[in-house]
């Protein structure tokens, strides 16, 4: 059974930093694509950025968040600097088999229960 928990949320400042992470289970996931989606209330869940063997980033994110992966230790980052108060949402991480990286939230198969980030103006 594959298992998604993140953590490294929390509320910081606009212009700071955090770190998510995204540890998975139940699969050897070095050939699946993980990917960090985001969402607030009333709006649909939107991409953030995803990797397969390199990273795809949303345009609003793009030079300001990077994904990174140590299959490893099965785990996926999210480094998320000059953070702006319209990047508070919760945040998920999903992933799913296949060789391909999607972009599109009903392409995942698996997802994590999310952890929010804050960002203050």
């Known amino acids: 059974q594959v298992q998604l928990v993140e953590s490294g949320g929390g509320l910081v400042q606009a212009g700071g930093s955090l770190r998510l992470s995204c540890a998975a289970s139940?699969?050897?996931?070095?050939?699946?694509?993980m990917g960090w989606f985001r969402q607030v209330p009333g709006k649909e869940r939107e991409f953030v950025a995803g990797?397969?063997?390199?990273?795809v980033y949303a345009d609003s994110v793009k030079g300001r968040f990077t994904i990174s992966r140590d299959n490893a230790k099965n785990t996926v980052y999210l480094q998320m600097n000059s953070l702006k108060p319209e990047d508070t949402a919760v945040y998920y991480c999903?992933?799913?088999?296949?060789?391909?990286?999607?972009?599109?939230?009903?392409?995942?198969?698996?997802w994590g229960q999310g952890t929010q980030v804050t960002v203050s103006s």
């Open positions: 999903a992933t799913r088999s296949g060789g391909w990286l999607p972009t599109r939230r009903d392409e995942y198969a698996y």
């Open positions: 139940g699969r050897t996931f070095s050939n699946y694509a």
């Open positions: 990797m397969l063997r390199s990273g």
